[in-house]
């Protein structure tokens, strides 16, 4: 048996192994990298330094924001071990690779080489190996299916520094997939502009100071304050001023301001069959099933990669 490589990087650890799956948003404090979810079997265990193993994660978008933020002070994990498909952790630790120079590895293995990991108290990720007492478990590349890439793609990918990071990141995503070609989208929507952590704040001004512009119409979430009267409310001046600083970058960006979780309630609804860019965990369960509309639950951060390339 072998270990699929997700994404590279090498790191070794004590082993938390668990047999259910977290939300990281909600259910990780990623100021003390610690589970928080008080109905886990594993609350209040650490994560930062462990190479931590679940079948998949579970619960909403912003999950990728809670690695990225952990990446961003130090606090990761080692490594991720998955035993299922996983997006949300994954693209988190893809966009602190891409646009941070951080590494989290990521794998994938087998229900019955997880089972024998979980089994370890300490493994060591190298570039070849999973590596622990009694364990040399080798590491292979994933098998990939070839990309299609348009004229507009190639062209995106050669493009000025914003769009093609944000392309950089949807072909990476699609090969992570195993997509053999991109769709295109007519409208996009943001959940990252609530300030559920740092990262978020830091990303967005990161993209809109590369001059990251939105070529699909694209919609907001609701933000962590009222953006026009917070100051009068007795909002803390540091939290209200990145609540507002974050949802300010993504105007800057061409994104509207709707404010608003629930984007199906706004007059320009998508229509059966559209093919959309929702994040917002509830907004893209009730756009496939009551709008017909079409989409996939986008973890936060490749909505806006999305948006920015179409």
């Not at 004590?14 to 886990?40: N, T």
């Not at 570039?127 to 004229?151: H, V």
């Not at 007059?267 to 496939?288: F, K, L, M, Q, T």
């Amino acid at each position: 048996m072998t270990a699929t490589r997700i994404l590279p990087g090498t790191g070794e650890g004590p082993v938390l192994a668990m047999d259910q799956g977290i939300s990281f948003w909600g259910g990780v404090d990623p100021v003390a990298a610690r589970i928080i979810d008080e109905h886990h079997p594993d609350y209040r265990a650490a994560l930062d330094g462990r190479v931590v193993m679940m079948p998949t994660s579970r619960g909403s978008c912003s999950g990728s924001g809670v690695i990225l933020d952990m990446m961003l002070n130090g606090l990761a994990p080692a490594a991720l071990i998955f035993s299922e498909a996983e997006d949300v952790a994954t693209l988190g630790a893809l966009i602190g690779a891409e646009m941070f120079g951080r590494t989290l590895p990521v794998l994938r293995v087998t229900p019955d080489d997880f089972a024998r990991l979980a089994q370890a108290r300490h493994l060591t990720v190298t570039a070849d190996a999973i590596i622990g007492e009694g364990i040399n478990l080798p590491i292979t590349e994933p098998a990939r299916t070839a990309l299609t890439l348009t004229a507009d793609d190639q062209a995106m990918l050669a493009g000025d520094e914003a769009v093609a990071t944000a392309m950089r990141i949807v072909v990476k995503a699609a090969h992570l997939q195993g997509a053999a070609a991109l769709t295109d989208v007519t409208r996009g929507h943001i959940d990252g502009c609530i300030l559920a952590n740092q990262a978020n704040l830091i990303f967005a001004e990161k993209m809109a100071e590369l001059g990251a512009q939105v070529r699909v119409p694209t919609t907001m979430n609701a933000i962590s304050v009222d953006r026009e009267n917070w100051q009068r409310q007795g909002v803390p001046p540091v939290f209200g001023g990145h609540a507002a600083r974050l949802a300010d970058a993504y105007v800057r960006m061409g994104a509207q301001p709707t404010f608003t979780c629930a984007p199906y309630l706004l007059d320009d609804r998508p229509s059966e069959g559209e093919g959309i860019a929702w994040a917002e965990s509830n907004a893209v369960i009730y756009a496939n099933t009551v709008l017909g509309a079409r989409t996939p639950k986008h973890p936060d951060y490749l909505d806006l990669c999305i948006a920015v390339t179409g």
